[in-house]
């Protein structure tokens, strides 16, 4: 009888799944979770050291395309007339520093396609995160000298479309996503989590058990990373694109919203860029965080692959794991 089971037990470990399994907990130790949806089912999901399908994970830069959604939401509703505004309309309390005249030309659109200019090389995090207005500090870099048009992938910047929405929506961020985005989706809002100081928000990276949507002391929701979510939550999203905005009959965000963010505004060498979202072929679409979070969105076979992750610097690419791995298995 005991070999019986043995037998049963290499059987098992050897099927296709349990290699793959096997290789995430080898290759790929940083993961945490891996969602698919197919045909708006669920068809795969599992969890790595220790984490759960009720646990969030920090999703990073897929933040982006969440705010991105946001913006979308903002004009079908009519707090936003269009992406070409200009950012400046939102502050009317800012003070344009004498001789700037960049940033008054500045457009929503520049900030969703990463082609707004900036005045520094690298990005200035600890001066932000340690100021106590983040969306001046941001406005107080934006403009400069550079072109308008050329891409430049700022993090920091996107800060400002947080400005943008709570300005035009009279709503803190995480309020408006609640009621437009998270509680239409059945996804559990985060709570705010107010960031003081590099400290703070490093000690924010680096938990394991993170939760929370990091919010600046003027309780401004960040837009460039800073929100935790569930693999299944990021996978609801993802089908809401797949469902062209509809969710349970209603529709969320615009077929045609998610039309432009999908197809290419911009590009950063090889890579096109549409509004806070990778187009990764002529078909495929997705969101990307640091440490190798993801929501891969293949519109051919209805599919939605989300992955969730620690952070890790430097993360294997995701993209080249859903191809060679994870499309052969489930596609």
Excluded at 25 to 31: G, L, P, R, S, T
Excluded at 41 to 57: A, P, Q
Aim: net charge neutral; charged share 25%; proline share 3%.
């Amino acid at each position: 009888m005991t070999s019986i089971c043995l037998f049963e037990k290499v059987e098992m470990n050897n099927t296709p799944i349990s290699k793959f399994e096997n290789l995430i907990k080898k290759e790929y130790a940083n993961i945490a979770g891996i969602v698919i949806r197919k045909n708006e089912s669920l068809i795969y999901e599992k969890y790595f050291d220790g984490y759960t399908k009720e646990d969030v994970l920090h999703i990073a830069s897929v933040t982006k395309s969440v705010i991105s959604v946001l913006i979308g939401i903002a004009i079908d509703k009519g707090y936003i007339k269009n992406i070409e505004q200009k950012v400046l309309e939102f502050f009317p309390d800012y003070t344009v520093k004498r001789g700037e005249k960049t940033i008054q030309n500045i457009t929503i659109k520049n900030l969703m396609t990463m082609t707004a200019p900036y005045k520094y090389k690298s990005e200035p995090y600890t001066k932000i995160y340690t100021s106590d207005d983040w969306v001046k500090a941001t406005l107080d870099l934006l403009g400069g000298k550079g072109d308008i048009g050329e891409f430049k992938y700022s993090t920091v910047g996107t800060h400002i479309l947080s400005g943008i929405l709570t300005n035009a929506t009279g709503q803190c961020v995480i309020d408006f996503a609640t009621e437009n985005l998270f509680k239409p989706l059945d996804i559990k809002a985060p709570n705010s989590a107010f960031i003081l100081n590099k400290e703070e928000y490093f000690a924010f990276l680096k938990d394991k058990h993170v939760t929370g949507w990091i919010t600046d002391p003027k309780s401004v929701n960040t837009a460039g990373g800073g929100l935790t979510l569930t693999p299944r939550d990021m996978a609801k999203i993802g089908q809401l694109f797949l469902n062209n905005g509809v969710w349970n009959g209603h529709q969320i965000l615009s077929s045609q919203w998610i039309e432009d963010s999908t197809t290419e505004k911009s590009r950063w060498g090889k890579f096109s860029y549409g509004y806070l979202w990778w187009i990764v072929d002529d078909y495929c679409y997705a969101a990307f965080g640091d440490g190798g979070n993801v929501i891969y969105i293949n519109p051919k076979q209805e599919m939605v692959i989300t992955i969730a992750s620690r952070f890790m610097p430097r993360a294997k690419d995701r993209i080249e794991m859903i191809r060679t791995y994870i499309m052969p298995l489930f596609e």
